[in-house]
């Protein structure tokens, strides 16, 4: 039995649109997941963001509650101050720059 050569080039023709099509399955499904990757990643460094700030502001009210809670000399007292005033400015430049 003898194949003819058209069957022969059209299967082939349908073979080389397969590969091709299967070729763009993979590449819009690997776009895909490096998309879903980039969207997590922003979601995370937005919660980091934010958890930075509060940690920041944490800090502050901790050492507003020293200074004003514990019975310690004035000196002590300054510091903590400074300490507070310190966490504050890293909290509001946090929020500058993480808006």
């Known amino acids: 039995m003898r194949v003819s050569q058209d069957f022969i080039v059209n299967n082939r023709w349908d073979f080389i649109q397969h590969q091709f099509q299967l070729v ?4 819009w499904l690997r776009a895909k ?15 980091q963001m934010g958890n930075t700030v509060r940690f920041f502001e944490f800090r502050q009210q901790e050492w507003l509650a020293r200074a004003s809670g ?15 005033d310190l966490w504050g400015a890293l909290a509001q430049r946090a929020k500058r720059t993480f808006r």
Request: proline residues 3%.
């Open 33 to 47: 997941a490096r998309q879903d990757r980039w969207e997590e990643e922003v979601t995370l460094v937005q919660d």
């Open 24 to 27: 763009e399955r993979v590449s």
């Open 70 to 84: 514990l019975p310690i000399t004035q000196g002590h007292r300054c510091y903590a101050y400074e300490q507070a």
